[in-house]
């Protein structure tokens, strides 16, 4: 089992800035590609970023060019800066660990935090 704690969600005007963080508590954090998604409302979860612990990225195009993900492998921890936030990004963000070895397989997910882009 791995927990997942998000924070850093907050309101923000268009334009604005906002960093997630999400820790993971597992001994094995290199294990998981890391990954945030969202969820807006009436509509799917869908996928804003990934990253393997070997630093391959994968970006939704509505974000490619605004938003960053990265992590920190030492501190089991995994960020996604948002910069020039539009109001389409409001959603709840969830922090997904995705297992990719034999050993570890399995998704897990955080609670969510709310992202809320609005004058």
């Known amino acids: 089992q791995v927990q997942l704690v998000e924070s850093g969600g907050g309101l923000v005007q268009p334009g604005g800035s906002l960093r997630l963080s999400c820790s993971a508590s597992?001994?094995?954090?290199?294990?998981?590609?890391m990954g945030w998604y969202r969820q807006a409302p009436g509509k799917q979860r869908e996928l804003v970023a990934t990253k393997t612990s070997g630093g391959s990225t994968n970006y939704a195009d509505s974000v490619k060019g605004r938003f960053t993900i990265s992590r920190d492998n030492a501190k089991n921890t995994v960020y996604l800066q948002m910069n020039n936030l539009e109001p389409e990004d409001t959603a709840v963000y969830y922090c997904?660990?995705?297992?990719?070895?034999?050993?570890?397989?399995?998704?897990?997910w955080g609670q969510g935090t709310q992202v809320t882009v609005s004058s």
């Open positions: 597992t001994s094995a954090f290199s294990a998981y590609v």
């Open positions: 997904n660990a995705h297992g990719i070895v034999v050993a570890y397989r399995g998704d897990y």
